[in-house]
């Protein structure tokens, strides 16, 4: 089980604040993400975006071994899991690795550093990500990664068992350090004391696999979070999106996951109601025909998603829109309202 | 010097007579010929997909299944024919219909029962067709092939996509009366083979269609 997060601290208008967003492998509890796959900063009554204004994001490594992984093999695969978020068309992301320090991976030091922290506290947490943000415009200031070395470690091409891969995870985190929130693209069974991840179409799922599995690719679903964030005009012009409403006995559903599904390109992108009139947009479609399909939050913790605030309701069942919906180019599928019944 | 005039004269009479053979005078070069009525085009597999989410190992979960198929359905058809000789005649088509896209979704992760999720399809065809025409009497058997351009729009109009399309076929005319001009009926079997078209998998479909109407030869 892994856990990731972030924080902020206030200097001037900045504020400091903790998330820790989780990717476990047998339980997920974790402070809130703020919405669909991004992180927020409440503005009075609206919310900004977390996200870097300035490139490359140069970030620092912590030179601390741990058994199985040396500091330039943490570093190598950080490096790794940038390349995988920069490689991502239309965003512009890049980063640049600062050089080894001897300072741990917290907030405060206006460097970006990424590192190993013996946490036996967390133990389930596999990694937290904090930030330093400009809490009038979102802008991150200062992101730092720690990977918590209570648990086994590896580096191994094909992962290891019994040890959790550092790309896999790393990769995670770094899509918080951008500003993704989690995803709920994912299946998960409880057992005695925890819960396991059956599957999961998204690096940003908060829950890892079992140690000894790899997740080093970001999905459709985590390109389109990451895209609503930095994505440009190009994005924007060729991609699509399709917005509706969930609703139970006549009134909006909070907290309901929305699947749009691809089925020409096997592609899923989902998102949550967030409103109190069950409403919500999917972006970052690939244009055409999609299959859509709601269901309960319900294979995780609600908190590692969504604000206490947010009363989500998770008692009704699966169900699927009842028309094909084909997302425009460069526009929105409308009126897409799905009706759900209790369980 | 006399023979030699009626000889010349009486193929020309000949030919000014009205047509008094057993079988309705063919068309000749230039005729036209204007049909319309409706079709039926049959359905075929649009596709089908698993909705997987990556696991540790090397089998995917499923979280659904969807099986996409193309439902066969009624449409209305035009023609406007011209005859290049007494057998051969050029035409240009026009289809139209509206066919159910429907997807079938099954084996859902969480037990939700099967449902079927349906779209609208917008179809245009246009092409052009020549036509080979056997025979000579009421009944005229034909054999036809041509290609075309096939348009197909989602019911949001929000979707377009387009292809080259062929065909082949034939039929026969039942024509009516016996004047130069008369209506007939068409009866006409057809093969179209696209290799685009709003369905969950592109590649190259062969569609079979039956057009019946009215035809008007003049």
Same mark, same amino acid.
């Given at each position: 089980?892994?856990?990731?997060?972030?924080?902020?601290?206030?200097?001037?208008?900045?504020?400091?604040?903790?998330?820790?967003?989780?990717?476990?492998?047998?339980?997920?509890?974790?402070?809130?993400?703020?919405?669909?796959?991004?992180?927020?900063?409440?503005?009075?009554?609206?919310?900004?975006?977390?996200?870097?204004?300035?490139?490359?994001?140069?970030?620092?490594?912590?030179?601390?071994?741990?058994?199985?992984?040396?500091?330039?093999?943490?570093?190598?695969?950080?490096?790794?899991?940038?390349?995988?978020?920069?490689?991502?068309?239309?965003?512009?992301?890049?980063?640049?690795?600062?050089?080894?320090?001897?300072?741990?991976?917290?907030?405060?030091?206006?460097?970006?550093?990424?590192?190993?922290?013996?946490?036996?506290?967390?133990?389930?947490?596999?990694?937290?990500?904090?930030?330093?943000?400009?809490?009038?415009?979102?802008?991150?200031?200062?992101?730092?990664?720690?990977?918590?070395?209570?648990?086994?470690?590896?580096?191994?091409?094909?992962?290891?068992?019994?040890?959790?891969?550092?790309?896999?995870?790393?990769?995670?985190?770094?899509?918080?350090?951008?500003?993704?929130?989690?995803?709920?693209?994912?299946?998960?069974?409880?057992?005695?004391? !925890?819960?396991? @991840?059956? =599957? /999961?179409?998204?690096?940003? $799922?908060?829950? %890892?696999?079992?140690?000894?599995?790899?997740?080093? *690719?970001?999905?459709?679903?985590?390109?389109?979070?990451?895209?609503?964030?930095?994505?440009?005009?190009?994005?924007?012009?060729?991609?699509?999106?399709?917005?509706?409403?969930?609703?139970?006995? !006549?009134?909006? @559903?909070? =907290? /309901?996951?929305?699947?749009? $599904?691809?089925? %020409?390109?096997?592609?899923?992108?989902?998102?949550? *109601?967030?409103?109190?009139?069950?409403?919500?947009?999917?972006?970052?479609?690939?244009?055409?025909?999609?299959?859509?399909?709601?269901?309960?939050?319900?294979?995780?913790?609600?908190?590692?998603?969504?604000?206490?605030?947010?009363?989500?309701?998770?008692?009704?069942?699966?169900?699927?829109?009842?028309?094909?919906?084909?997302?425009?180019?460069?526009?929105?599928?409308?009126?897409?309202?799905?009706?759900?019944?209790?369980? | 010097?006399?023979?030699?005039?009626?000889?010349?004269?009486?193929?020309?009479?000949?030919?000014?007579?009205?047509?008094?053979?057993?079988?309705?005078?063919?068309?000749?070069?230039?005729?036209?010929?204007?049909?319309?009525?409706?079709?039926?085009?049959?359905?075929?597999?649009?596709?089908?997909?698993?909705?997987?989410?990556?696991?540790?190992?090397?089998?995917?979960?499923?979280?659904?299944?969807?099986?996409?198929?193309?439902?066969?359905?009624?449409?209305?058809?035009?023609?406007?024919?011209?005859?290049?000789?007494?057998?051969?005649?050029?035409?240009?088509?026009?289809?139209?219909?509206?066919?159910?896209?429907?997807?079938?979704?099954?084996?859902?992760?969480?037990?939700?029962?099967?449902?079927?999720?349906?779209?609208?399809?917008?179809?245009?065809?246009?092409?052009?067709?020549?036509?080979?025409?056997?025979?000579?009497?009421?009944?005229?058997?034909?054999?036809?092939?041509?290609?075309?351009?096939?348009?197909?729009?989602?019911?949001?109009?929000?979707?377009?996509?387009?292809?080259?399309?062929?065909?082949?076929?034939?039929?026969?005319?039942?024509?009516?009366?016996?004047?130069?001009?008369?209506?007939?009926?068409?009866?006409?079997?057809?093969?179209?083979?696209?290799?685009?078209?709003?369905?969950?998998?592109?590649?190259?479909?062969?569609?079979?269609?039956?057009?019946?109407?009215?035809?008007?030869?003049?």
């Amino acid at each position: 089980m892994t856990r990731r997060g972030g924080s902020a601290a206030s200097a001037r208008h900045k504020r400091m604040f903790v998330w820790t967003v989780v990717v476990a492998a047998m339980f997920a509890s974790a402070p809130a993400a703020d919405a669909y796959l991004k992180l927020g900063t409440r503005i009075g009554t609206g919310i900004a975006n977390l996200r870097f204004n300035r490139f490359p994001v140069r970030y620092f490594v912590t030179n601390r071994d741990v058994p199985g992984v040396t500091a330039p093999q943490l570093q190598q695969a950080v490096e790794r899991g940038f390349a995988s978020w920069a490689a991502i068309p239309n965003t512009g992301l890049s980063s640049q690795f600062a050089g080894f320090t001897g300072a741990p991976p917290v907030n405060g030091d206006n460097a970006n550093v990424i590192g190993f922290s013996t946490r036996p506290d967390l133990d389930r947490v596999l990694g937290s990500t904090s930030f330093t943000v400009d809490t009038i415009t979102g802008e991150i200031l200062e992101a730092d990664i720690f990977l918590n070395s209570t648990f086994a470690w590896s580096v191994a091409a094909a992962g290891e068992p019994g040890r959790q891969d550092v790309e896999s995870i790393a990769l995670h985190e770094i899509g918080h350090l951008h500003g993704l929130g989690h995803s709920m693209l994912g299946e998960t069974e409880l057992f005695a004391g !925890g819960r396991r @991840v059956l =599957g /999961a179409e998204a690096v940003m $799922f908060p829950i %890892a696999f079992a140690a000894g599995g790899i997740n080093r *690719t970001p999905r459709a679903d985590d390109i389109a979070g990451l895209s609503d964030i930095y994505g440009n005009d190009q994005f924007r012009n060729t991609t699509g999106s399709m917005s509706g409403r969930v609703t139970k006995n !006549g009134t909006g @559903v909070v =907290g /309901a996951h929305v699947i749009a $599904f691809n089925p %020409a390109t096997g592609k899923m992108i989902a998102t949550f *109601t967030l409103s109190d009139d069950g409403a919500f947009v999917i972006a970052g479609l690939e244009p055409g025909l999609h299959i859509v399909r709601v269901e309960p939050l319900d294979d995780a913790d609600t908190a590692s998603f969504l604000e206490a605030s947010f009363k989500v309701d998770a008692d009704f069942k699966v169900a699927y829109y009842t028309r094909i919906v084909t997302v425009p180019r460069g526009g929105t599928a409308r009126n897409v309202d799905l009706t759900v019944t209790a369980k | 010097m006399i023979g030699i005039t009626l000889l010349l004269v009486l193929p020309a009479a000949a030919a000014a007579q009205p047509y008094r053979g057993v079988h309705p005078p063919p068309p000749h070069k230039g005729s036209l010929e204007l049909g319309g009525g409706v079709f039926w085009a049959g359905g075929y597999d649009a596709g089908s997909a698993d909705a997987n989410e990556t696991t540790a190992g090397t089998a995917p979960l499923t979280l659904f299944v969807v099986d996409g198929r193309m439902k066969s359905g009624p449409g209305a058809a035009v023609q406007v024919g011209v005859y290049l000789g007494r057998r051969v005649s050029a035409e240009a088509t026009f289809h139209y219909s509206r066919p159910i896209l429907q997807a079938r979704v099954t084996s859902d992760f969480e037990s939700a029962p099967d449902v079927n999720v349906d779209g609208t399809v917008t179809s245009y065809l246009m092409a052009g067709s020549l036509l080979y025409h056997f025979g000579r009497g009421r009944l005229v058997p034909f054999v036809s092939g041509g290609g075309g351009y096939l348009r197909q729009l989602n019911e949001s109009n929000a979707d377009l996509l387009t292809s080259p399309e062929i065909h082949g076929g034939g039929g026969v005319k039942y024509w009516m009366g016996r004047g130069s001009r008369r209506f007939g009926l068409r009866l006409e079997a057809l093969a179209s083979a696209r290799h685009k078209g709003i369905a969950f998998e592109q590649k190259r479909r062969i569609v079979p269609s039956f057009v019946a109407g009215i035809a008007y030869l003049f």
